[in-house]
């Protein structure tokens, strides 16, 4: 049957960032969807923000394209911007390769719940506001090419 029964798929907040840039997405939980679908040529996950979480470290990718549909509570997006309230319904789209660091951050007091959807791919990920940088194939990095 095509429609996924989310109750069964479990989540997870595990995170390959290391120390101490992993402490902003302890409140993180999500499903990777595309394992459990057989839907390989891209990945989606449904992810649940709470309240003071963050979905990553602000970050651009060099090769893969990303967008998020919102669909319950209030995120804040953080990109080269500034600062947009994003609510259920609204879409944002980020292409490969423009440099503009985004991040979704829940400041509120509720869960907010959305899809994130990418293709997986081996790329290099700059991180703007750190120094951290993900070599693809080598690991997080600081930006000096150091081994974090």
């Not at 960032?17 to 402490?23: S, W």
């Not at 919102?70 to 390769?97: H, I, N, Q």
Request: aromatic share 8%; hydrophobic share 35%.
């Amino acid at each position: 049957m095509p429609k996924l029964d989310l109750d069964t798929i479990p989540q997870t907040n595990a995170t390959g960032y290391p120390p101490p840039y992993a402490d902003a997405v302890q409140g993180r939980w999500y499903r990777r969807l595309g394992p459990v679908s057989g839907i390989g040529d891209f990945g989606f996950s449904h992810v649940t923000l709470r309240p003071g979480a963050w979905s990553s470290q602000r970050h651009w990718h060099e090769g893969e394209d990303e967008f998020v549909v919102m669909l319950s509570g209030e995120a804040v997006l953080v990109d080269d911007s500034g600062e947009t309230v994003m609510r259920p319904g609204d879409v944002a789209a980020f292409p490969k390769g423009d440099g503009n660091g985004h991040v979704l951050q829940n400041r509120s007091n509720a869960d907010c719940v959305f899809i994130a959807v990418g293709r997986p791919a081996e790329t290099d990920c700059h991180y703007p506001d750190i120094d951290m940088h993900l070599a693809a194939g080598e690991g997080f990095r600081r930006k000096d090419g150091r081994t974090l």
